[in-house]
């Protein structure tokens, strides 16, 4: 059974760092992770292959963001620096079998109507 949980959100300040986590089962799959804004459509952000040797930005994060994945592949990281109140959103982890399904949610003009894998969401909130 195909699973999916995403940990590490909270209230941070501006400036500051967090790490989100994606546990996913099966663990082999590309991974990638998504916001949304209030008032705002879901927006990729970043997404990995699985064997994490490629990786895919959306331009409007570029240099802030960075995602990873641990040697065993069961885990999905997103780590977020110099927070801004502009990233304040839901953050979704999403997982599919072929990495250009998630490329394609990711790079703009974007489509995720294929990625079909969902976690639930988790709230940052940036704040002082």
């Known amino acids: 059974q195909l699973q999916i949980l995403e940990s590490g959100g909270g209230e941070v300040q501006p400036g500051g760092s967090l790490r989100l986590s994606c546990a996913t089962s099966p663990p082999h799959w590309a991974g990638g992770w998504f916001r949304q804004a209030p008032g705002k459509e879901r927006e990729g952000v970043a997404c990995i292959s699985p064997s994490g040797t490629l990786t895919t930005y959306a331009p409007s994060v570029e240099g802030r963001f960075t995602i990873a994945r641990d040697s065993d592949n069961h885990t999905v990281y997103l780590v977020i620096n110099d927070l801004k109140s502009e990233d304040t959103a839901v953050y979704t982890c999403?997982?599919?079998?072929?990495?250009?399904?998630?490329?394609?949610?990711?790079?703009?003009?974007?489509?995720?109507?294929?990625?079909?894998?969902w976690g639930r969401g988790i709230q940052v909130t940036v704040s002082s």
């Open positions: 999403a997982v599919a079998e072929n990495y250009q399904t998630l490329v394609a949610g990711v790079v703009p003009p974007t489509r995720q109507a294929e990625i079909r894998h």
